[in-house]
């Protein structure tokens, strides 16, 4: 899937990775800011279920589903995986392993 980015989309989705792009836990409104970058995207393997207070560590998560990327074969039934975003460097690692299926102005 090839997604183009609408001007908003790009300065909010460039705002969260690239310049937050490092691997410290994220407070509330960092972790909110990230949850609606995704979101926005609209990409069909990853969703968004909301921002959680981890409580062990005193931080903030992003809760998202997604599928695995896979090469060259489609799942025969649909398998989500759960996923705890704990920094903007994670969304990029996890973005950057899947393909992206973005495509950058």
Not at 14 to 22: D, E, F, G, I, P
Not at 27 to 52: F, N, P, Q, S, T
Request: charged share 25%.
């Amino acid at each position: 899937m090839q997604r183009v980015f609408e001007h908003g989309e790009y300065e909010s989705f460039r705002k969260v990775c690239s310049l937050n792009a490092r691997n410290e836990p994220m407070d509330k409104d960092e972790a909110e800011r990230l949850a609606r970058a995704i979101r926005m995207l609209h990409m069909d393997w990853i969703k968004v279920g909301g921002v959680a207070f981890n409580s062990i560590t005193d931080t903030y998560e992003v809760q998202c589903e997604y599928q695995q990327a896979y090469q060259g074969q489609t799942p025969s039934r649909e398998s989500w995986t759960t996923l705890q975003i704990k920094s903007p460097r994670q969304w990029i690692d996890v973005l950057t392993q899947h393909g992206g299926g973005l495509e950058l102005p």
